[in-house]
């Protein structure tokens, strides 16, 4: 029988210190795992590259592999291949970390050159374990070294890092013949701008907006919330003077304290029932919760908090068109006014899903069905279809292969709880309930709130 093609992904790494002895090691191991890729039947749809990183750097600091784990997530990888398990992680924590990922979406890895190396078998996984433990100690023992020479360069006043790494306003320039950080002359009246109107408008959204509408298009909230922290722009670092500074320690003492004003902490009363099941309608982004606090008795001084969520892709990035804050009270009113009538609801729209996917009458033959596979394969090596039709040509071909020899019976659906619930005194027993049982009620019944283009509730799916 003709097996499904695997979609493989090419993950190719080399440390800084390696491209300085190994100048194509990158390509090498492309063209080495491409090769193996073909010869064992495998199509390539995608190489990830992460140049200059040691597999010991914090996973969040290695682009190519979250790249990798997106194209994972979306479906687009079978089997991700590797020169050696040295490419992929010297790191045992990162290691698994990744790997259940690998697991949630049933994608398993190979490294080419050590077919001893597995997650499939006890010996596998054995080799596994001990070549990450030596890999990490070689490592760790290296980064002690390195720590040592890097504390003299600083010390020194000797850059680092390379200018692709340089913060905003600075790049590497000669003094006194050695590679130093300076100001850059393009970028310096622009960073001294950011200062001046953040400590005059003590703003962080004012000061992005002014950056944005004045000096840069792209400057982001993360290269703002840089600039507020790094210690480079007050001359330091790690505490030792090391470049020139933009503000001074009594200024940047000044700033500090004006960024910490603008830190909105949520108080201790505020609690958002229905975080994490709201949709923005427009851009389909999780709305995020929000809120303020109102006097609602001016003798007393008494004040209400009041929670909203909204779209931070609009109020925030810009990017979404929402602007509009859906009130928590609105949507928990409509909820306690409708639950009953929307759990009806959805029991039908869950029962005419069912009826639509009840299967056809199977005509064709396990033999016709492989033929069927093996021509479907041969069209796809010679390029005459794309890879989503294949995918989805031959994914349709095993389930009606599948399906010749088992019938496929949906669970039913446990609604007791629901049902239960509004037996009884439903709102009777909502009310009594402090706000942290609210917010806990609601989750374990409700998975997603869908709005209207005007914001209001349009239909309600349960847990």
């Known amino acids: 029988m003709s097996e499904k093609i695997k979609r493989c992904a090419i993950y190719i790494r080399v440390s800084t210190s390696e491209q300085m002895m190994h100048g194509k090691s990158l390509e090498a191991q492309r063209e080495y795992l491409a090769c193996y890729a073909k010869d064992h039947g495998m199509i390539t749809v995608g190489v990830y590259a992460d140049e200059g990183k040691t597999a010991r750097k914090e996973l969040k600091k ?39 990922i690998l697991d949630e979406y049933g994608v398993y890895w190979i490294s080419a050159s050590e077919p001893g190396i597995n997650m499939e078998t006890r010996d596998g996984r054995l080799q596994l374990n001990v070549v990450l433990s030596i890999g990490q100690n070689e490592v760790d023992t290296t980064s002690e070294r390195i720590k040592f020479v890097n504390e003299a360069s600083i010390r020194q006043g000797k850059v680092i890092f390379g200018d692709c790494n340089m913060p905003r306003g600075y790049k590497v320039g000669i003094v006194d013949g050695k590679k130093c950080m300076v100001k850059d002359p393009d970028q310096e009246d622009m960073v001294n701008a950011f200062y001046d109107y953040f400590e005059k408008h003590q703003s962080k959204q004012g000061t992005l907006r002014y950056m944005q509408r004045n000096f840069d298009p792209t400057f982001s909230y993360g290269v703002l919330r840089t600039m ?51 949709r923005c309608p427009v851009c389909g982004q999780i709305l995020c919760g929000t809120g303020c606090r109102s006097i609602i008795n ?90 989503d039709y294949y995918s989805q040509e031959y994914d349709s071909l095993e389930k009606e292969k ?62």
Request: aromatic share 12%; glycine share 4%.
């Open 298 to 387: 001016r003798k007393t001084g008494e004040k209400r908090d009041y929670c909203y969520y909204r779209c931070n892709r609009a109020m925030i990035d810009r990017i979404c068109t929402n602007t509009h804050k859906v009130s928590q009270n609105l949507v928990e009113k409509y909820l306690l006014d409708n639950l009953e009538n929307e759990f009806e609801a959805y029991k039908i729209r869950v029962e005419d899903i069912k009826q639509q996917k009840k299967k056809e009458p199977l005509v064709r033959t396990e033999e016709q069905i492989e033929k069927e596979m093996e021509r479907l394969n041969i069209l796809f090596q010679k390029g005459r279809v794309s890879w």
């Open 62 to 100: 290695r682009k190519a592999i979250h790249a990798l784990l997106e194209d994972v997530k979306a479906g687009k990888i079978d089997v991700i291949l590797f020169w050696r398990l040295d490419r992929w992680f010297r790191n045992m924590s990162d290691f698994y970390k990744v790997q259940d």
């Open 228 to 278: 507020l922290s790094s210690e480079f722009y007050k001359g330091t670092y790690r505490g030792i003077p090391y470049c020139p500074a933009y503000v001074s320690e009594e200024r940047w003492a000044r700033l500090q304290q004006i960024s910490k004003k603008n830190i909105k902490h949520a108080p201790s009363g505020r609690i958002y029932y229905f975080s994490g099941t709201i």
């Open 402 to 463: 599948s399906d010749l020899k088992k019938v496929i019976i949906e669970p039913e659906r446990d609604y007791s709880f629901i049902e239960e619930l509004l037996q009884e005194d439903f709102r009777g027993i909502y009310s009594s309930l402090n706000p942290e049982n609210k917010r806990t009620f609601w989750k374990n019944t409700i998975r997603q709130i869908h709005l209207k283009e005007d914001y209001t509730v349009d239909h309600v799916d349960f847990i």
